[in-house]
């Protein structure tokens, strides 16, 4: 393949990208200098990686970078990467404009010898995709679970335009881009983890709902207002009142500055944990019950979310929790966990102890530590650190309660969700 051929290919993809679908191209060696687009509403945007954002032995000359002027790029902000914008509904020729630009940012500037020394990371949120077409290999294809095939791109000729020192490009429509999504792309361009969240810390957030990925649910929120119904927060005020503890935060969700927030890095950042939100350790012949059969009450020992969140394996689940006995096995590949939010009172103590026990075990909103019969204690009879442990007696779920899989791994898999209104787990 040359680089006609990758030009016209890479067009294609570039056309037929989803919405907030992210592709990026590197050299397979050398992941600092890249070019990239991602779609956001209806616009597309391609960049190339600047010297501004790189260490100083990365950089380019500045009459390397000139060659992209040339060619149509836009100069960057301070600390920012080459641009460009496209409507999504702009003509195919357009599109094989943007990805000649591309290509001679890879080529000219970057100095990739040919196509094949490029690989590329394709993704929608935390799904990684195969991109079958491009011609090039993926950079890791351990993680690609599934595949994006785009459109037909009208016309085929290409060979012109490939080979054309200067380009001539049109403006086009372009959203200013705002200080923060620079500052995050920097922070995030040098592996700055700090830096990233000190600017999070001082922007203003647009919450837009949750999504369902594969390891769990997410709160989007975005650096700039996006197109579907949101409301205005920061982040201190989000994670003050973060809904569940096991609930991740995606920021700028698919774009090119994105990132992705788990709990514990919550509530470093200040978030207040939302101890009523429960789980339950499910036996191997219940989860079928659930899944299939649209069973939908809870009942007996169950635990904290909080209290259990770096138990994230079946044998360290186990292990502090005392469940020793069958149906559960230290050589169990997974195990099935019950998340939901209970309500204030659900939570009832055996009475092992007197009145100044029972008063100096209550738990916020009427609930009260249950003391086991094997020991009276009020904790899991496990091994490490303690467990609280609470019991319910036989209740309806409520909606939006979750199933999640735990492999041996440590892998974390959003099995279901409950729909009240129909009674049924909704596969994610």
Not at 13 to 28: K, T
Not at 113 to 121: H, I, K, M, N, R
Not at 207 to 223: E, H
Not at 327 to 349: I, K, Q, Y
């Amino acid at each position: 393949m040359d680089w006609t051929d990758f030009t016209e290919r890479l067009a294609r993809e570039l056309a037929g990208l989803d919405p907030q679908m992210v592709l990026v191209v590197h050299q397979r060696h050398q992941g600092s200098h890249y070019t990239q687009a991602f779609r956001t509403g209806e616009m597309l945007r391609a960049e190339a990686v600047s010297s501004a954002v790189l260490a100083g032995h990365l950089r380019f000359t500045e009459e390397a970078e000139d060659r992209l002027i040339g060619v149509g790029w836009e100069r960057p902000e301070p600390q920012g990467n080459w641009t460009f914008d496209l409507p999504c509904n702009a003509p195919a020729g357009r599109f094989r404009e943007v990805s000649a630009m591309m290509v001679t940012a890879l080529r000219d500037v970057q100095g990739a010898g040919e196509p094949s020394d490029l690989a590329y990371e394709a993704f929608r949120g935390t799904v990684f995709l195969s991109l079958v077409e491009l011609g090039i290999e993926p950079a890791d294809p351990a993680r690609i679970t599934d595949k994006h095939i785009p459109p037909p791109l009208a016309g085929h000729d290409l060979s012109a335009l490939a080979s054309s020192p200067s380009i001539p490009v049109a403006e086009a429509p372009k959203p200013k881009r705002n200080i923060t999504a620079i500052r995050l792309s920097e922070a995030k361009a040098n592996g700055d983890r700090d830096g990233y969240l000190a600017a999070l810390q001082k922007a203003e957030l647009y919450v837009a709902g949750t999504v369902f990925y594969g390891d769990g649910v997410y709160v989007r929120a975005f650096t700039a207002p996006p197109a579907e119904p949101h409301r205005t927060t920061t982040l201190a005020s989000l994670t003050a009142t973060w809904p569940q503890p096991h609930w991740q935060l995606a920021i700028d969700d698919g774009l090119a500055d994105s990132g992705y927030l788990d709990s514990r890095t919550l509530a470093l950042l200040g978030g207040s944990p939302n101890t009523r939100v429960m789980q339950k350790v499910l036996p191997h012949p219940l989860v079928v019950h659930y899944l299939e059969g649209g069973y939908d009450r809870v009942a007996g020992y169950v635990h904290r979310v909080v209290d259990v969140m770096a138990l994230t394996t079946p044998q360290r689940i186990y292990a502090a929790l005392g469940l020793t006995d069958p149906p559960f096995a230290a050589t169990d590949d997974s195990v099935h966990v019950l998340r939901w939010t209970a309500r204030a009172g659900e939570l009832l103590r055996t009475p092992h102890g007197g009145p100044d026990e029972a008063s100096a075990d209550a738990m916020p909103g009427g609930w009260v530590v249950e003391h086991p019969p094997f020991d009276g204690t009020g904790f899991a009879p496990g091994d490490g650190v303690p467990v609280p442990e609470f019991k319910v007696d036989s209740q309806r779920l409520p909606h939006g309660a979750e199933i999640y899989r735990f492999d041996r791994s440590g892998r974390r898999t959003l099995e279901a969700v409950f729909d009240a209104d129909t009674t049924l787990w909704k596969s994610v």
